[in-house]
C-alpha cells in the first residue's frame, strides 16, 4: 500500500480506502485466495454531510472499481466503524461466520 499524504482542508466531506488483503483473516473466511480480493477499509463520511448520500455513492463507487479489476470486494465491519451491517446487506454484502470475535467479515454477493 502506498503512503497518502492528505492535506488538512474544510473540503474533505468523505474517504474510503480499497487495499489488496494480505492472507489474512478477509482471505480466510471467504475461502478465496487473496489476491482475487480486494478490501474496502476506512470507509468514513464527515458527520455534517450524511444525509447527502455520500457514504452510499462511496460504497457503491467502491464496489463497481473493484469489481471492474475482476476483483471479489470484500470488508471487515470491525474496521470500518462508519459501516453498519444492514447499510452493507443493502449494497449486496453478507456477513460470513467467524470464530474471531474480533473479526465481521461481509463478502459481495450480487
Known amino acids: 500500500m502506498a503512503p497518502v499524504r492528505v492535506a488538512p482542508t474544510k473540503n474533505v466531506v468523505g474517504h474510503v480506502q480499497i487495499y489488496r488483503p494480505a492472507e489474512d483473516?478477509?482471505?480466510?473466511?471467504?475461502?478465496r485466495p487473496a489476491t482475487e480480493l480486494l478490501a474496502i477499509g476506512k470507509l468514513f463520511v464527515r458527520p455534517d454531510t450524511h444525509e447527502y448520500g455520500i457514504g452510499r455513492y462511496l460504497l457503491?463507487?467502491?464496489?463497481?472499481?473493484?469489481?471492474?479489476?475482476?476483483?471479489?470486494?470484500?470488508?471487515?465491519?470491525?474496521?470500518?466503524?462508519?459501516?453498519?451491517?444492514?447499510?452493507?446487506?443493502?449494497?449486496?454484502?453478507e456477513e460470513v461466520p467467524s470464530a474471531n470475535p474480533g473479526v465481521a467479515p461481509m463478502i459481495y454477493t450480487k
Open 25 to 31: 483473516h478477509l482471505a480466510e473466511y471467504t475461502k
Open 60 to 93: 457503491k463507487e467502491s464496489v463497481k472499481y473493484i469489481r471492474g479489476r475482476g476483483k471479489l470486494p470484500v470488508l471487515d465491519l470491525h474496521r470500518n466503524g462508519f459501516l453498519s451491517k444492514e447499510f452493507c446487506e443493502k449494497f449486496g454484502f
